[in-house]
């Protein structure tokens, strides 16, 4: 039975006068215990296709035809004080960012009771009960506790899964989830999947699951659906779009995700140029411009949305070619030739690296009493090669951007000892000479926090040349460099007069990378530089990372919670988990057996781009601790479902040689970890 079902629906915003189709011509059906999955790049409409389902687009948008029909009764004509009693009681958001959801001024239960007291007429009494009831559905430990606290007193995992809690506690009977875990961990992401899975078919909902990431979709969703520039590439059951894809659209996205066992010099496919924007889209097919089979006559008819085999449809000219084999699609992986010689020997060494930050509360103030502390980074060593990436995984908390501005000298470290081609590298930014600033730059996670919007890409680039080179530089020489260093990022040179604003975020974060190689540093740390991108515009940046270490042999740290992005890239892999390393090696030691039960419940967790393949997820129980007040003995015990006992609760867990340098912290000897994996 169709929970929701959409006809021919298109929808319109308003830009300098003018009504521009956003979604044109759109159906689509979900039907009671299904979860659709809605994927395309930044742009493509998914939000907006979520929001009119929700009946609650902008002001500047509006619906210029077609049906939404919830359990057969049409939205479309529903008065805003109709959709207020609908809204919670048949129709729940569960949005990408928890925080702005929930308000800061009352506590979790409240916010979740005041839902079923207004829909639901509940008592005070039986919406509080209802609320911890929800709350324990959704895997929160000691609900009742829980539903007494404020967001601010909540990690990101467990206040979405407080997102998720409100949406389901009236049970609705449509769930629309927008991009609900593309922040949390590897490890919270599963669990969160896990929830939306069995709460919505226990409940008989259904859901539209609006992402970028396709692992996820593919592991997640029943059905699939592939909008570009607003308009329905394909739609299929999951299986048939990932095993067989019909529209050269989709083969680029799942030919762009990066796979851990691809080789390390080797280019991922990707798709040529962008979309176009909402007031330029022509009169043929809106992927034609970006299609690498694209004829004469994709640029003058669009194609209609056909139905193709085993219930697919497909929206393109050559769909048949591809089904038959007749015409490839899929462009196969690109070797890449070094073009300059590697620095020798280690770019960065780092030895017992510790840094700890003093946390005081209100009442530590107000009494003048001692902080707490709390050690984020506790005796941490490592070497990074030249001309390789030393990638750095783990868990929010775990330590790994407090490590990585440590060794920028952002949040100098405590103590320990740091050499950069083998000179030593004072701690503190002060110290450091302008040769020490120039072979170690940073790249930020949001470029948007970086870039200085009244500023030209040519100006930002040209201060940085300015500042970072010791040499009196013409502003001819300036100008030269910035062309130089735009075409290395593969951006054009009009770019350089271009502002922040102009630029879409794959780009801003090119201009960024292109800053910090201004001055050819030996060494660039990443701090998660894709995490925000679409999985195609992910692709042109790992490429780039990958040309950049070829061309100018350059070496990485790249900090990142996706794990096949971090194997993709690295050549060699450290594990953290509050504060400590603990475990290390190449991205094959890494991801098989034998390694530490964190990182096997780590790589448990990654979700494969192929809906066939079902791992057993090691299920890791509670949060991660306090780095305030740190477990004794390994610091993973409370968590480890591998446990031996008091030894685990006591004892320091001693670092154990796994063979050709893979290091293990645990106390578990290695012949029987291999054991206990295999079995």
Request: overall charge neutral; glycine content about 6%; some cysteine.
């Amino acid at each position: 039975m169709a929970v929701i079902e959409v006809r021919d629906l298109t929808i319109e915003y308003q830009l300098g006068g003018h009504w521009y189709p956003a979604i044109h011509q759109i159906d689509l059906t979900i039907d009671t215990g299904e979860i659709h999955g809605l994927v395309g790049e930044s742009g493509s409409g998914k939000s907006t296709l979520g929001l009119a389902l929700m009946r609650y687009l902008p002001a500047n948008a509006r619906i210029a035809s077609g049906s939404i029909r919830l359990d057969g009764d049409d939205l479309v004509a529903k008065r805003p004080e109709d959709m207020t009693r609908i809204w919670g009681e048949k129709l729940s958001l569960v949005p990408q960012n928890p925080l702005a959801a929930l308000n800061p001024s009352y506590s979790i239960g409240e916010q979740i009771s005041e839902i079923t007291r207004q829909h639901q007429g509940l008592s005070r009494k039986a919406a509080w009960d209802r609320a911890v009831e929800m709350l324990r559905q959704v895997k929160i430990a000691d609900p009742h506790i829980v539903a007494r606290r404020y967001p601010h007193q909540l990690s990101g995992g467990m206040l979405q899964r407080v997102t998720i809690a409100m949406a389901l506690s009236t049970r609705p009977r449509l769930l629309v989830l927008d991009e609900p875990t593309t922040a949390l961990d590897v490890t919270t992401q599963a669990a969160i999947l896990d929830l939306f899975r069995d709460l919505i078919r226990e409940q008989g909902a259904a859901a539209l699951y609006i992402s970028h990431d396709l692992a996820t979709v593919a592991q997640l969703c029943d059905q699939i659906t592939v909008l570009y520039s607003g308009e329905i590439m394909s739609t299929a059951k999951i299986e048939r779009i990932f095993h067989a894809p019909l529209h050269p659209y989709t083969v680029g996205l799942l030919g762009s995700i990066p796979r851990h066992i691809e080789a390390t010099e080797t280019r991922l496919p990707t798709i040529d140029g962008i979309a176009p924007s909402l007031t330029d889209r022509g009169v043929g097919c809106v992927f034609a411009s970006r299609c690498p089979i694209a004829l004469e006559r994709c640029h003058q008819e669009k194609p209609p949305l056909e139905a193709a085999d085993q219930g697919r449809s497909v929206r393109c000219h050559r769909w048949r070619e591809i089904l038959a084999g007749e015409v490839s699609v899929i462009t196969p992986p690109q070797a890449m030739i070094p073009t300059v010689a590697p620095r020798e020997g280690y770019v960065l060494r780092a030895e017992r690296l510790d840094k700890t930050f003093d946390s005081p509360s209100l009442f530590d103030r107000l009494f003048r009493r001692r902080a707490a502390s709390v050690r984020a980074v506790d005796q941490v060593s490592l070497q990074i090669r030249a001309r390789s990436t030393f990638g750095l995984v783990g868990e929010s908390g775990s330590g790994k951007t407090t490590l990585a501005r440590a060794i920028v000298a952002l949040d100098p470290a405590d103590s320990g000892e740091l050499t950069l081609l083998d000179l030593p590298l004072p701690r503190h930014l002060d110290q450091r000479g302008r040769e020490a600033l120039c072979n170690l730059q940073m790249v930020f996670q949001n470029p948007n926090d970086t870039l200085n919007p009244f500023l030209t890409i040519g100006q930002t680039l040209g201060r940085t040349i300015q500042r970072l080179d010791g040499r009196q530089k013409t502003a001819s020489a300036i100008r030269a460099r910035v062309l130089e260093l735009l075409q290395a990022v593969r951006l054009p040179e009009t770019y350089a007069d271009r502002y922040p604003s102009e630029l879409s975020g794959g780009e801003k974060q090119r201009v960024a990378i292109a800053r910090a190689f201004a001055a050819n540093p030996a060494l660039v740390v990443a701090d998660e530089p894709t995490s925000s991108l679409d999985v195609s515009v992910q692709a042109v940046i790992l490429n780039l990372l990958k040309d950049l270490r070829a061309e100018q042999g350059a070496s990485y740290l790249l900090i990142s919670h996706d794990l096949d992005v971090v194997a993709y890239l690295s050549d060699w892999i450290a594990v953290m988990y509050l504060g400590q390393i603990m475990e290390t090696g190449t991205p094959s030691q890494v991801y098989q057996t034998p390694s530490h039960p964190y990182t096997e419940a780590l790589v448990s967790a990654i979700p494969s781009p192929d809906p066939s393949v079902k791992r057993a997820i090691v299920r890791l129980e509670g949060e991660v601790p306090s780095p305030r007040d740190l477990p004794t003995g390994c610091r993973f015990h409370t968590r480890c479902p591998r446990k031996l006992g008091s030894i685990c609760e006591q004892q320091a867990p001693p670092m154990q040689d796994a063979g050709w340098g893979h290091l293990i912290r645990c106390h578990i000897p290695i012949a029987d970890l291999i054991t206990l994996q295999t079995s």
